[in-house]
């Protein structure tokens, strides 16, 4: 199950934590299914001051006229939806997700999403442009001043040739698929990807008897604004501030429902 808790989890904590998510499943909401056979049904995630800031995904398969579930995902709310290109579907795929090499269609960005919601749509996704909400949950996460102290330490520094040309290094939009993936197989998917930090908002979300503290990062990335969740108790972020550069390898959904 694509939690992917370790973004803003401590692994001490995380089967505890699982344990008490998988208890809401009974809470669900807003059941969704395109071929009768597969549901998914939500569970709205709100702060301590009751504003909702993403949601818990459920989906299940119906076996012997019971539901069972057989995956759960978190979204964090996006606001405005990007338009990708499903371009190749990858071997890691199943029954309760599936996993994609996209192309953002207006920027020509390739990268790669797991998908959320899949079964709110009835058509095969592979070769679609779908337009999809983005959230992403990093699993290494490092702070630069800027894109030149990055580019820097990378090694990749603007270098001007004797011709006066100047070769550039990253671009602060840069992204990039665990290129391994495609074509083989790999079962690690997964992007690599820049932003700059546009805000900033601090989360307190109680699940059952847990309580957590993390934080949630609007960062503008090549596909637009995509809200990040970290947490201090697993990432250094002791430099953490507005405008400062993000370098993440990070599991990205792709949410098919709003």
Request: charged content about 30%; overall charge negative.
């Given at each position: ?124 996704v592979e070769g679609t442009t779908r337009e999809v909400y983005l959230s992403a949950f990093p699993f290494t996460f490092d702070i630069y001043d800027n894109i030149e102290v990055f580019n820097e330490k990378s090694g ?103």
């Amino acid at each position: 199950m694509p939690l992917h808790l370790n973004s803003f989890v401590e692994e001490k904590k995380d089967k505890k934590i699982f344990a008490e998510i998988l208890d809401l499943c009974i809470k669900a909401q807003n059941p969704i299914s395109s071929d009768g056979v597969h549901f998914h049904m939500d569970y709205s995630l709100v702060d301590e001051e009751k504003e909702r800031f993403g949601k818990l995904v459920f989906t299940f398969s119906v076996v012997d006229d019971c539901l069972s579930l057989i995956d759960a995902d978190i979204v964090i709310v996006s606001e405005k939806p990007k338009s990708l290109l499903f371009e190749y579907k990858l071997p890691k795929s199943g029954e309760a997700t599936e996993y994609y090499d996209v192309i953002a269609v207006d920027d020509d960005l390739h990268f790669q999403v797991e998908t959320v919601n899949r079964y709110s749509i009835k058509e095969a996704v592979e070769g679609t442009t779908r337009e999809v909400y983005l959230s992403a949950f990093p699993f290494t996460f490092d702070i630069y001043d800027n894109i030149e102290v990055f580019n820097e330490k990378s090694g990749l520094k603007d270098i001007k040739t004797k011709t006066g040309e100047v070769v550039y290094g990253f671009s602060e939009q840069f992204m990039c698929p665990n290129i391994s993936n495609s074509e083989s197989n790999e079962t690690d998917s997964y992007t690599f990807m820049l932003g700059i930090i546009k805000d900033i908002d601090n989360i307190e979300l109680k699940i059952g008897r847990t309580t957590m503290d993390f934080k949630i990062l609007y960062l503008k990335t090549g596909a637009g604004i995509i809200p990040t969740v970290v947490s201090d108790k697993v990432f250094d972020l002791s430099n953490l501030e507005k405008g400062k550069l993000v370098a993440m390898n990070a599991d990205v959904k792709a949410d098919f429902r709003k």
